[in-house]
């Protein structure tokens, strides 16, 4: 059936069309994408590029963005969005601020009491509740690997997370998902991390300790490590694994196993 929205988006990729050595420099550039088929490379590739046509891209100064670093962004930002169905889950927002280095953002967090606190943090990314996503250029640069850190899907996967309303680590669950299993295994998970931390903040976490700050971040960094270290997730935490990847529809350890 002839549909405006495919017609549209075969116009946009039609005017949009990369040469393909850039498009596999870009694949090679970025390893959390081995092992990914033909077939998905190339979906990849159509929403990078769309992604690209939807989003606008503003770089501080300071910060060079050529079409590479572009690409490279975009194809990490569809990665989680590459095995559910062509909705506008990045809805919502139209800007990302690459910033040249980590910064200051005044931080505001309501309490149990309902006190307002604030303070000054050191930050590398952020997703505001309707307005921009801000990425700092340095943490871009280090995501791609299969080292457990992803700046860009962690900051994009709390814009998932917000689809719902406020990010509180509960996004749109499909519908043969249910929310009960969804929150058994994120609040076990969750609470054994927080458990280990308040026994020894230092101690050793299998995953980044910045998870226990709450559940919008236990779920934005889950979905870091599920993309970036797959087997680390999996070894701490098999039950969040197996939600995430209800939710991705995705099995980023295996393909990881077969490379
Ligand atoms: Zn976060």
Not at 14 to 34: G, T
Not at 87 to 104: K, R, S, T
Not at 125 to 146: F, K, N, R, Y
């Amino acid at each position: 059936m002839w549909s405006l929205r495919d017609w549209r988006r075969k116009r946009i990729l039609a005017r949009l069309a990369i040469e393909p050595a850039l498009w596999q420099s870009v694949l090679d550039s970025l390893p959390i994408l081995e092992g990914l088929t033909v077939e998905e490379t190339e979906r990849l590739r159509e929403r990078s590029l769309l992604f690209l046509h939807a989003k606008r891209l503003t770089a501080l100064p300071g910060v060079e963005l050529d079409l590479t670093s572009r690409l490279r962004l975009a194809a990490q930002a569809e990665l989680p969005l590459l095995h559910l169905a062509d909705l506008d889950w990045y809805q919502g927002f139209h800007e990302i601020v690459i910033y040249p280095d980590d910064f200051h953002s005044p931080q505001k967090h309501r309490d149990s009491a309902g006190v307002m606190h604030e303070w000054d943090g050191e930050h590398s990314g952020e997703a505001w509740l309707q307005g921009p996503v801000i990425l700092a250029m340095p943490g871009v640069q280090q995501s791609g690997t299969w080292e457990g850190y992803n700046l860009v899907i962690h900051e994009l996967v709390h814009k998932l997370d917000m689809l719902n309303g406020d990010a509180n680590g509960l996004p749109p669950l499909h519908r043969n998902m249910r929310i009960e299993d969804w929150a058994h295994a994120m609040q076990n998970a969750y609470d054994s991390l927080n458990t280990k931390l308040d026994a020894d903040p230092h101690a050793h976490t299998a995953i980044d300790p910045y998870a226990a700050e709450n559940p919008a971040e236990f779920f934005a960094v889950t979905s870091e490590y599920f993309f970036s270290a797959p087997d680390v997730l999996h070894e701490a935490y098999p039950d969040v694994y197996r939600q995430l990847a209800a939710f991705y529809r995705q099995d980023p350890l295996t393909r990881l196993q077969q490379l």
